[in-house]
């Protein structure tokens, strides 16, 4: 039976577990042989995308929701989050290794992203949002975060079209472990910084990006 500690150890090893969908009772750990990664000094932020966060017309939480987000996840016609998967992630995150960031608009949750974090490793797992371009704006958001609270890797698993607009790209299994095993010789704090501001957010990741 998997528990959170064999998943963080499956981690660790560059392999995560996904089921074949909502109701399969059964987990496969997965090895990608292309890994898709966000390099988080090369997040792109598109003029309109920079429009739409300086709007400020939404509230960034850390940590409020986790289960909402992850629920709001796998409500989808295809998922990869069976009730096995949900409660490892609720395990997780009362062990401190798994963290949301969310978008709140009118006291509605309309977007976020969670993922697992491992030494200087951030395991992104899945992303939602009900209103255009919340998850776009949660993913700025966080590499921001990862940024400042020493993170080295941020691991999307699988590049998607939308990861790629961003900024993502695809390496190599033995590049992507190579890299893994650096950020797990690290520490990082996901919880060490403050929500920032937009304007403070944006010049930070305009700087380097």
Request: hydrophobic content about 40%; glycine content about 8%.
């Amino acid at each position: 039976m998997l528990t959170p500690e064999l998943m963080l150890s499956g981690y660790a090893q560059g392999i995560f577990p996904m089921a074949e969908g909502r109701d399969s009772e059964d987990l496969h750990w997965i090895d990608p042989r292309l890994r898709g990664v966000i390099p988080l000094d090369k997040f792109h932020i598109s003029r309109s995308l920079r429009r739409e966060i300086l709007r400020k017309n939404y509230t960034i939480r850390i940590n409020s929701s986790f289960s909402a987000v992850v629920r709001a996840c796998g409500d989808r016609d295809e998922t990869w989050i069976n009730s096995a998967l949900f409660t490892l992630y609720g395990g997780l995150h009362d062990m401190g290794h798994a963290h949301s960031l969310e978008i709140w608009q009118e006291e509605e949750l309309t977007g976020g992203v969670f993922g697992i974090t491992l030494g200087a490793a951030y395991f992104g797992e899945s992303m939602f949002s009900t209103r255009t371009n919340a998850s776009k704006i949660a993913l700025a958001y966080l590499v921001d975060r990862l940024r400042q609270s020493g993170f080295t890797l941020f691991d999307t698993q699988f590049l998607t079209p939308h990861l790629a607009s961003l900024g993502g790209v695809e390496i190599p299994r033995a590049d992507y472990r190579r890299r893994l095993a650096e950020a797990l010789e690290r520490e990082a704090d996901y919880c060490a910084v403050s929500v920032p501001s937009a304007e403070g957010m944006l010049q930070r990741m305009t700087q380097t990006s």
